[in-house]
């Protein structure tokens, strides 16, 4: 059987929860890790692209 993993989520006040649902102020979470990996290859084309640096 697999194991299904808990992620840790944050809600835009900073407030960490195992939750969809903030229960200190009732927001919706979302993941706290970056959108890129810090290792991305193509990140420095991608800022660029989306800057104009």
């Known amino acids: 059987m697999k194991e299904k993993r808990i992620k840790?989520?944050?809600?835009?006040n900073y407030h960490y929860s195992l939750r969809e649902k903030c229960p200190e102020c009732g927001l919706a979470t979302s993941?706290?890790?970056p959108k890129y990996s810090p290792e991305d290859k193509?990140?420095?084309y991608?800022?660029?692209m989306l800057y104009g640096e």
């Open 8 to 12: 840790m989520m944050r809600c835009p």
């Open 46 to 48: 991608r800022r660029k």
């Open 31 to 33: 993941s706290p890790h």
């Open 42 to 44: 193509y990140g420095e």
